[in-house]
């Protein structure tokens, strides 16, 4: 036995090299195996034809909103309610398989797992707001989303999709196939591939329960065809804007107006945009159940917008046929070309694509980062460069100019918090803010002055502009892609404008940061920019973009 090792020792000695690469294919090996059983064990079955791969590139959108009320305490003797509406409600359905669930808080308060249930993109089983992160989403912060809301039940789907609803209108199927991990919690499951994980969220108060909290939009005149551009409707006995609003949830249409004692329901369309706002004392008509609320009357509606989620503007996917027309979306960073590019998504269907790569966008729900800028698959493309070898690269362009105060705090505020996060106090107060106007306020206006010179067809938006009058800036902006304008998809986008893409207004600065120095710099430079853009036929700079 010695000598055979003996042998061994010998080879190994005389050629090192074969002994360190005998090493390697060993680790090498193990590592396979480890692997191989770390797969086999995950519980994961490719046997609905997606794959592995499949499920990490499923694409699906849904946008979200934020408004509600807070979560309220549980309220235990409360019993899952008989929905009405539209559709099979399959909110009694418990599911068979959650007895075997081992998914963390499953009944903490706050929610109970009620089962695994069918979900279908194109009629899906809770249909009020979503929102999705394929890095971080848990179980927690679905439920947290969903409560806020108002919402009774919080579903999660593929690891990282959240959906919100009052009423279940999907079977539940074998636990089995909601196996999908948490993005952001590998220890708790997530539903599956076209499969939802349900929580019942408990919440004390009765309206925060059933509704939440409903948006005021306005006082309108009452429709020419009002059967039409409001088909549902009903008369209500003592007639109070949360019956109204109720009513209206649970047809699961997503304006409720009232009209006396009669309630409308609809959406806005071409017959009832919300545009045209009437002075509010031609509604000042009390409701016959509520004292302190307003009614409307026959000929003036009062009307508000519920939290159901209008999915006409939802639907994106990559162009059907490759385009060889390349246009940009052209910004200065911090002008709201994230913004934009939601907006046109939401109007057009189509994805929008990127001269960058940002995962943390990719991963809230921009499926165009993943494709190289080239790849004709996409609307339009993201773009900050101000280069002439850059700019003559596109055939066309958005151009998107911002007041340079508020273009260079965001841009600030983006790099040192991220998209929608806050730079600190410390960076403010620091040497990073003033290093920081002193290398991009120049950038902001040379950025303009080079895409309105190197530009091959170049349209001007006014970010202020954008954000006054939505509906007609968006739709010059559609025209110049070349697409049909569809006013119901617009009226849609108006709807959920916001996205997911808008810093909170808590953490606004108590000062202003810009010294006297910044002030007389930014101010020749908008100077500048108006100066250019007067040269070309344009409208000049916005009134509120002058030195203050």
Request: net charge positive; hydrophobic share 35%.
């Amino acid at each position: 036995m010695a000598r055979p090792l003996l042998k061994i020792h010998r080879y190994f000695r005389c050629k090192p090299v074969r002994f360190f690469s005998f090493i390697l294919l060993y680790l090498t090996a193990g590592s396979l195996v480890f692997l191989h059983s770390g797969f086999s064990s995950g519980g994961s079955s490719t046997s609905d034809g997606l794959g592995l791969l499949g499920r990490v590139f499923k694409e699906t959108w849904r946008a979200p909103r934020r408004f509600g009320p807070p979560w309220m305490k549980k309220n235990r003797a409360q019993d899952v309610p008989e929905w009405a509406g539209r559709g099979v409600d399959h909110t009694s359905s418990w599911s068979h398989g959650a007895k075997g669930k081992t998914t963390k808080g499953m009944d903490d308060g706050r929610a109970k797992y009620i089962g695994c249930y069918v979900d279908d993109t194109q009629k899906r089983a809770l249909r009020g707001v979503s929102f999705f992160d394929y890095k971080k989403m848990t179980v927690f912060r679905c439920q947290d989303n969903c409560a806020e809301r108002g919402y009774l039940y919080a579903g999660l789907e593929f690891g990282a999709e959240c959906y919100c609803g009052h009423k279940i209108q999907a079977p539940n199927v074998s636990e089995s196939e909601c196996n999908m991990e948490c993005k952001g919690e590998k220890s708790n499951l997530c539903g599956g591939p076209k499969r939802l994980s349900i929580y019942r969220l408990e919440l004390s108060q009765e309206s925060a329960r059933r509704y939440g909290s409903a948006i005021f939009k306005g006082c309108f005149k009452r429709p020419d065809n009002v059967t039409l551009a409001l088909p549902a409707s009903a008369v209500i006995k003592n007639m109070s804007v949360d019956k109204c609003v109720d009513m209206c949830t649970e047809k699961e249409f997503s304006l409720a107006a009232l009209a006396g004692e009669k309630c409308h329901c609809g959406f806005p369309t071409p017959l009832f945009t919300l545009h045209d706002h009437e002075d509010e004392e031609l509604c000042l008509q009390r409701c016959a159940g509520e004292d302190f609320e307003n009614c409307g009357n026959n000929d003036f509606f009062v009307v508000y917008q519920t939290q159901v989620q209008d999915n006409r503007c939802l639907d994106r996917r990559f162009l059907p046929s490759r385009s060889k027309h390349s246009v940009a979306l052209a910004s200065f960073p911090g002008a709201g070309n994230t913004w934009a590019r939601h907006l046109i998504e939401l109007a057009t269907g189509y994805y929008s694509g990127s001269y960058y790569f940002d995962g943390s966008l990719y991963n809230k729900g921009f499926k165009g980062e993943r494709d190289h800028w080239r790849s004709g698959r996409t609307i339009c493309i993201k773009t900050h460069e101000s280069g002439r070898k850059e700019i003559e690269a596109f055939d066309a362009s958005i151009l998107m100019i911002r007041n340079p105060y508020k273009a260079l705090m965001a841009e600030f505020n983006r790099k040192y918090g991220g998209h929608i996060g806050f730079a600190s106090q410390a960076h403010w107060r620091g040497t990073e803010w003033p290093e920081f106007v002193k290398n991009y306020a120049p950038w902001w206006a040379s950025h303009t002055l080079d895409w309105l010179k190197y530009g091959k067809k170049v349209q001007v938006v006014h970010f202020e502009d954008l954000k006054r009058d939505l509906f007609s800036q968006l739709k010059g902006m559609i025209i110049f892609l070349g697409l049909e304008v569809s006013e119901d998809r617009l009226l849609c986008v108006e709807a959920q404008k916001d996205g997911n893409f808008k810093r909170s207004g808590l953490r606004k600065l108590e000062y202003d940061p810009y010294t006297a120095e910044m002030r007389a710099t930014i101010g020749g430079l908008i100077r500048t920019v108006d100066t250019a853009l007067r040269k070309r036929n344009l409208s000049g700079v916005p009134e509120e973009y002058r030195p203050r």
